[in-house]
C-alpha cells in the first residue's frame, strides 16, 4: 500500500510542476502540432520591434509574421532541407561561434595570459626594457670607397651639430634616413634583448639614460644612438589587460576552445560535431536567450533555402512569368521624368565609336557588354561601356547626348574623349520589362511568396491562443 502512495504522490508532484512549468511559460500558438511558448515568441517580437524599428508591429500584428515564418520553416522541414550537408555547415559555423567561447573556463585564459608574461619576462634575461633613440645614415653593402666615405662624413657632420647643441629629436626628424623613427624624433620604441642588431643592443645596455653616443658602424649603416629610458618589465597585475587583448586579437580563446573539444572528444571517442552538439544543447538548456538564438540560426537558414529554392529562383528564371505580370502592372512602373535605356560609350577616338554602333546593330541590348569584351577590349581597354537605364537629370553627358539638355561644359574623360549613347528614349515608362528588371522580379517574387504562405496556411494547421498571446510582455 506505501508503494501505491508513494507513487501517487509522486504523480500529483510530477502534474503540479508541469502545471506551473505550463503556467509560467504558457503556449502561445501550435503550429503543425508544434507547441510555440511565450518566451519564444517574446525572444522574436522583442529583438524584430526595438526601439529603432521604424514599422513597430503590435503583438498580434507580429503574431501573424511569425506564422508565416514558421510554416516556411515547416515546408523546409518537411522537404528534409535540414538534412542537407551544405545546411548542416552553414548552421554549425553560426552555432559554434557562439558555443567555443563558452567552452573556455576563465582559469584557462587566465593561465594563457600568465604563460605570456613569463616569456616576456624569461626574453629579458634578467635586464631592463629600453627606449633607444637613432639618428642614421644608410651604407649599401655594394656601396663604393667614396660612397662610404661620403655616408662617414655626413654622420660626422650631424654628430658635430648635435655636439653644438641642435635637439636631437628635430635632427633626426630633418636627417635621418629611417624615415619610420625619425617621424617620432628617431625613437624606435621600447625594446628587451634580441631586437636590435647585436652592436646596437651591446651598446646601448652600456649607456646611461639621457647620453648620446659617437657614430657608430652596424651591417646597414652608421648610427647616433641615444638612451632615452629604461625601465624593469611592468608587474602582472599592470600588463595582464593589455596582454589579454593581445591574445584575443590573434584568436587565443578560439585556440583554446579547439583543444578542449578536441580532448573531449579523444576522451569519449565522439567526432568533433557530436561534441559540440552535446555542448550546445547542454549550453542552450541553461540559457533562453542562447536557446533561441540557435532556433533562430535554425529556422532562418531553413526558411532562406526553402524560399530561394521554391519562390524566388524559380520566379527570377521564369521569363514568361516576368513579362506577363510587367504587362499586367505596367502602369506601376510609370516615369516621373524621362529615361534612357541603353549604353553610355567612351572610346580612344570617334573611328571606335563609329565600330563599335555597327557591331550594335541588328544584336540584342544584353549581348552588347560581351561584344565590347570580345571585339574592342580584348586585349586592352579601348572602349568605356556602361549600360543601365539614366533617369533624367542623373548623368550629365547623357543629358547631353540623349536628351540634348546641356548644363555648362560636360566633363569628358581624357583618355577617352569620343563619346556616344546607344539605346532607346522611355518618355512615359518602361517599354520591356528588362527596363526595370530588378523592380519586376522583386515584386513578382512577392506575390509568389504570399502564394506560398497561402497554400502552407491551407496546408498546415495552426492555432492561436488569444489568451496567453496577450499576456506577451506584460508577466
Known amino acids: 500500500m506505501k508503494h501505491v502512495t508513494y507513487l501517487l504522490s509522486f504523480i500529483f508532484y510530477f502534474l503540479a510542476q508541469t502545471a506551473t512549468a505550463q503556467s509560467s511559460d504558457p503556449i502561445v500558438m501550435r503550429i503543425n502540432g508544434k507547441d510555440v511558448p511565450r518566451s519564444e515568441f517574446e525572444y522574436n517580437y522583442n529583438k524584430n520591434n526595438t526601439d529603432g524599428v521604424i514599422d513597430k508591429k503590435t503583438v498580434d500584428e507580429y503574431a501573424e509574421l511569425f506564422i508565416n515564418y514558421k510554416l516556411k520553416v515547416e515546408a523546409a522541414l518537411d522537404a528534409h532541407l535540414d538534412t542537407l550537408s551544405s545546411y548542416q555547415q552553414e548552421f554549425r559555423t553560426y552555432r559554434d561561434q557562439q558555443i567555443r567561447p563558452l567552452l573556455v573556463p576563465s582559469e584557462a585564459e587566465e593561465a594563457e595570459v ?11 634575461e634578467g635586464k631592463q626594457l629600453v627606449e ?31 655636439q653644438g647643441g641642435k635637439d636631437f629629436a628635430q635632427l633626426a626628424a630633418e636627417a635621418s634616413e629611417d624615415h619610420a623613427t625619425g617621424v617620432r624624433g628617431g625613437v624606435i620604441g621600447w625594446i628587451g634583448p634580441h631586437q636590435l642588431l647585436k652592436e646596437l643592443e651591446d651598446k646601448i645596455y652600456s649607456m646611461q639614460v639621457g647620453e648620446v653616443a659617437e657614430p657608430m658602424l652596424s651591417t646597414v649603416g652608421w648610427h647616433i644612438l641615444k638612451l632615452m629610458d629604461q625601465k624593469p618589465l611592468e608587474p602582472y597585475d599592470t600588463l595582464a589587460p593589455r596582454i589579454r587583448q593581445f ?42 536567450e542562447l536557446k533561441y538564438l540557435i532556433q533562430e540560426y535554425h529556422d532562418g537558414l531553413l526558411l532562406y533555402e526553402v524560399c530561394q529554392r521554391t519562390v524566388w529562383e524559380p520566379a527570377a528564371k521564369d521569363t514568361t512569368a516576368l513579362e506577363r505580370y510587367f504587362k499586367k502592372n505596367k502602369k506601376a512602373y510609370a516615369f516621373q521624368k524621362p529615361h534612357y535605356a541603353g549604353a553610355l560609350i567612351q572610346a580612344l577616338n570617334p573611328a571606335l565609336i563609329a565600330d563599335v554602333k555597327k557591331a550594335f546593330k541588328g544584336r540584342d541590348e544584353d549581348s552588347w557588354a560581351g561584344i565590347i569584351k570580345s571585339q574592342f577590349n580584348k586585349d586592352s ?8 537605364v539614366f533617369e533624367q537629370g542623373e548623368n550629365a553627358m547623357v543629358d547631353s547626348l540623349a536628351f540634348g539638355i546641356k548644363k555648362g561644359k560636360t566633363r569628358v574623360n581624357a583618355k577617352y574623349p569620343a563619346t556616344a549613347v546607344v539605346g532607346r528614349v522611355l518618355k512615359k515608362g ?9 523592380q519586376v522580379v522583386t515584386d513578382y517574387q512577392a506575390v509568389k511568396e504570399q502564394e506560398f504562405v497561402d497554400e502552407l496556411r491551407r496546408r498546415y494547421k495552426v492555432e492561436i491562443y488569444k489568451e496567453a498571446l496577450k499576456t506577451v510582455n506584460k508577466h
Open 247 to 288: 591574445l584575443e586579437a590573434r584568436g587565443m580563446k578560439d585556440k583554446l576552445a579547439t583543444t578542449i573539444v578536441d580532448s573531449l572528444a579523444a576522451g569519449s571517442q565522439k567526432s568533433v560535431e557530436q561534441v559540440m552538439d552535446e555542448q550546445a544543447e547542454l549550453f542552450a538548456a541553461q540559457d533562453d
Open 114 to 124: 600568465q604563460k605570456y608574461y613569463d616569456q616576456m619576462l624569461g626574453q629579458l
Open 381 to 388: 581597354v579601348q572602349v568605356r561601356f556602361e549600360r543601365r
Open 430 to 438: 518602361p517599354q520591356r520589362w528588362t527596363d526595370v528588371g530588378p
Open 132 to 162: 633607444p633613440a637613432h639618428i642614421f645614415v644608410r651604407v649599401m653593402q655594394q656601396s663604393t670607397l667614396d660612397q662610404q666615405a661620403a655616408a662617414k662624413a655626413r654622420i660626422d657632420s650631424i654628430y658635430a651639430v648635435l
